[in-house]
């Protein structure tokens, strides 16, 4: 469904051209296609099945099908996120592989081909890599047990399911063994096992570096969330990494240089400068029901002290009951018969919004909520972003794009005033459950639900059902 803070809207997208052998004219010998056949053997190096290109005797036009159909999933996805969201506008790649593929075969060289066309990123290599680390070890514990729910076991407790949550946590080797493969170095020596029914020590601390990687409160506690992500085992966390790999293939392998990228599942964004990172910093995203959405747009505006027009949703569901007292106390006035708030510390937009040019009305913009930005979970917006020290952050921009003078003028004004941008400023809203952070791989609840759509295209199995996120109750977008 479309956010709150949204006025509506229809996506529109390229859709992925379906690869079919057509009238290309190629022709196979043996070692094309033992290429071939090596390099859809190696589909799970980028969290691919092989039995989605091969099924076994396959030659001549339905091999170049299959060779065309693995060539695509790696240039543009195997699938197509506009047929899988309602929402979903931010760029794919364009690539010929028809033609590659053919220039290929006459080179006698589709190894290199095949290669060359996922993400040559560092993420996406650091997802491939545990992606096979989580194959092997759920390989090795074909059956692994989930811990039985209840009460939250607790940091020196004793429980019967401590063994289970031992063996469950050895399984994705977090306890006994440091995985090898989300920091890249060698495996430890393994632990001593946990005693049967006690919940101390090292299991205790492995349990927090799996809250850790998660994003979850590093409290030991293992219930809610915790358990859920303890009782997704290695395949789970596998499963995690070939849809997140999924998704980076869906994304142009050359943006904008001067970007922000803001990953709603996470709830961060980062901000690239000419092709340097500059910044990390939290945000609040859209509750569950109120999903930010898959979009690119740029910001063409630094607005100082907005007013904030309530959308007719909020103003329905959440404002209509209010009183005159309340209004007046948090500066409502109705004009044209929508609810409008009044510029100042009490806005919910806060002090600083950055006007987004997107026909969803989605924006980033600061918020008197502060409190949201140091908590694990940041699903508790109506859909728009909210940015931790957004004043700071319209600052940089501002002194960055030259327009430094303006926006301090706009801001000592203390009332609504409109700071164009000299160029606008590409943000990309992505949402990526795993993901690098440039020294393990980290995991994240999949809070709107929108993995298992993409796993269901992969022919994968449906995930684990995280713990509902408790609302905010604010009114802010």
């Keep these: ?16 051209n379906a690869a079919g052998p057509g009238d290309l004219q190629v022709e196979w010998n043996g070692k094309l296609e033992k290429q071939l056949r090596e390099a859809i053997a190696n589909a799970p190096a980028n969290g691919l099945k092989p039995d989605l290109f091969l099924k ?32 979903y506008t931010i760029p794919r790649p364009s690539v010929d592989v028809r033609q590659g593929f053919q220039q290929a075969m006459q080179k006698g060289d589709l190894t290199s081909f095949f290669n060359s066309l996922a993400p040559q990123t560092d993420e996406y290599k650091a997802l491939s890599q545990a992606h096979l680390h989580y194959l092997q070890l759920a390989t090795q514990h074909q059956n692994f047990q989930p811990v039985p729910d209840g009460d939250p076991i607790k ?14 946590l050895t399984a994705m080797g977090y306890y006994g063994a440091q995985p090898a493969a989300p920091s890249g170095k060698k495996a430890q020596p393994a632990a001593p096992a946990a005693p049967a029914t006690s919940y101390s020590g090292q299991l205790v601390a492995a349990v927090k570096q799996l809250q850790s990687d998660f994003g979850l409160k590093p409290d030991g506690i293992v ?16 499963r995690e990494a070939a849809i997140a790999m999924e998704r980076l293939r869906w994304m142009e392998r050359t943006p904008p240089q001067t970007r922000i ?45 907005p007013t904030w027009t309530v959308p007719k949703s909020i103003a329905e569901k959440e404002i209509a009951s209010k009183g005159s007292g309340w209004l007046a106390a948090n500066n409502f006035t109705m004009k044209d018969g929508m609810y409008v708030q009044a510029s100042g510390p009490k806005n919910s937009l806060g ?22 930005f140091s908590m694990p979970e940041r699903h508790r917006s109506h859909g728009c972003v909210r940015v931790q020290d957004a004043v700071a952050f319209a600052n940089a921009i501002a002194s960055e794009e ?31 459950t795993a993901f690098w952070d440039g020294s393990r ?37």
Aim: aromatic letters at 8%; charged letters at 20%.
């Design 1 to 16: 469904m479309l956010p709150a803070c949204s006025q509506g809207g229809s996506s529109s997208n390229q859709a992925t």
């Design 56 to 87: 076994g005797g396959e030659q001549g036009a339905a091999l170049t099908e299959a060779g065309l159909r693995y060539a695509q999933a790696l240039a543009q996805g195997y699938s197509d996120p506009t047929k899988i969201f309602p929402i």
């Design 155 to 168: 940091p020196g407790s004793h429980d019967s399911r401590v063994a289970a949550l031992a063996a469950a």
């Design 223 to 238: 219930g809610g969330n915790t358990l859920d992500a303890v009782n997704l085992g290695p395949a789970g966390l596998a």
């Design 261 to 305: 990228d803001v990953n709603t599942a996470a709830t961060f964004l980062d901000y690239w400068r000419d092709g340097k990172h500059m910044d990390r910093r939290n945000v609040v995203a859209g509750e569950p029901d109120k999903q930010t959405p898959q979009i690119q747009a740029p910001i063409v505006n630094l607005v100082a002290y």
């Design 351 to 372: 002090i600083v919004k950055f006007d987004m040019d997107d026909k969803y009305a989605i924006y980033l913009h600061d918020t008197p909520a502060k409190a949201l």
């Design 402 to 432: 030259g327009v430094q003078d303006q926006f301090q003028k706009a801001m000592a004004a203390q009332k609504e005033g409109f700071v164009k941008l000299p160029k606008p400023i590409t943000v990309r809203l992505l949402y990526q």
């Design 441 to 477: 791989v980290q995991f994240r609840p999949d809070v709107y639900g929108w993995d298992d759509n993409v796993a269901a295209a992969l022919g994968l199995v449906r995930g684990v059902k995280w713990q509902p996120v408790q609302q905010s109750g604010d009114i802010g977008p």
